[in-house]
């Protein structure tokens, strides 16, 4: 009886013990935003050019515009600081205005104005 009990016992903290090492598979959550695990460039040196997951105007999020028509305006495009000529993703920051955004998005203007959201 005591050898079955010692065997059920050593079985049991066996079991728990695999359990408790078991690996717990991790999922990336990126929220909208660009996957830091990801790298801007390739391995050749080639710059990702949808590393920041904008393919068109609808990945695009006008956060804000801070004008200075002095020293030049930027933009804050998905937490990101941008300025004119500037390439975030396949977008390129045409002009900054006062209330908008142009970009240039596979050749073709877009324009996204800032809204009250």
Request: glycine residues 10%.
């Amino acid at each position: 009886m005591k050898k079955m009990l010692m065997v059920s016992l050593v079985l049991l903290i066996a079991g728990l013990a695999f359990f408790a090492f078991a690996e717990e598979e991790f999922t990336y959550d990126a929220k909208g935003k660009r996957d830091p695990f990801v790298p801007l460039v390739s391995k050749g040196g080639v710059y990702v050019s949808d590393a920041y997951g904008i393919s068109g105007i609808k990945d695009i999020r006008l956060e804000g515009i801070v004008w200075d028509e002095a020293k030049g305006s930027i933009a804050i495009i998905n937490g990101e600081i941008v300025r004119e000529g500037q390439k975030i993703g396949a977008a390129e920051v045409l002009r900054i205005e006062k209330d908008a955004v142009v970009f240039d998005i596979d050749g073709e203007e877009k324009k996204l104005e800032l809204t009250s959201d």
